[in-house]
C-alpha cells in the first residue's frame, strides 16, 4: 500500500534537491547577522542535535510506503524512512516517543487533528508518520516558536516545517553545525537522498517552527 500522494512527492523532491543543497538566499538574512550573532544550543537543543546528526550516518532510502509498525516505540524498517521519521528518530533517541504521545492525544482529541486522509480512527502506524499531524502536536503542547526570516531565531534542536510545491508539507531539525559563512545553523533532513545534513533552512516558505524544550 502507497500514500495516495507518493508519485507527486517524489516528483516534488526531485524539483527541490538541488535547492536544498544550496546556501539560503543572501536577500532573507540582514547584513548585521554575523558568525557570532548566532546564540548557542541549550542544553536539551545539543543533545538533540547530536542525535539527529548520529541520523546522518545511517544509510536510509526515501520510501514513502506505509508500514505495519509496533506500539509504541515502532519504526519503519531500518535503511528505510521519510523526513518525519528523521524527527521521530531523533527524538526517540532522548526517550520521546512521538507514536505514542500523537496516538494518546489523538485519540483523546481526534476532532483537533486534520481531517485530509479520510480517516475515522487513529492510525498508530502513519499517524506521526504525517507532518500537519506533528504540526497540530507541537502546537497543541505550546511548542510553537515564531516564524520568522532571522536566522538567530532558530537554535539547535528546533524543527521546522516547510510548504513545498503542491502544498507539500516537509520537516527537518536544526542542528549546531554552522552554514559555511556561519550566518545560520544546518538542517538535518530527508528529502530523498536520506538523513543529510544541509543548508536549507530559507530554501522553502517556512510554515511551521516548534522547540520542545520544556514540554
Known sequence: MRYSWMTIQISCILLFLSACNSKAPVEKQPASITADTLPPAS??????????????????TYDPGYFAIPYPNGDVPPGKGVCTDVVIRALRKLGIDLQQAVHEDMSRHFNAYPNIWGL??????????????????????????PITLLPVDYLPGDIVCWKLAGG?????????????????????HNIGQGQVLADCLFSFEIIGHYRLEGR
Open 120 to 145: 475515522k480512527k487513529t492510525d498508530t502506524n502513519i499517524d506521526h508518520r504525517r507532518v500537519p499531524n506533528l504540526m497540530t502536536y507541537f502546537a497543541r503542547i505550546g511548542a510553537q516558536k
Open 168 to 188: 507539500l508539507t516537509h520537516i527537518g531539525l536544526v542542528v549546531d553545525k554552522k552554514s559555511a559563512d556561519a550566518a545560520r545553523y544546518l538542517i538535518v
Open 43 to 60: 542544553d536539551f537543543g545539543r543533545r538533540l542535535s547530536d542525535a539527529t546528526l548520529r541520523l546522518t550516518h545511517d544509510p536510509v
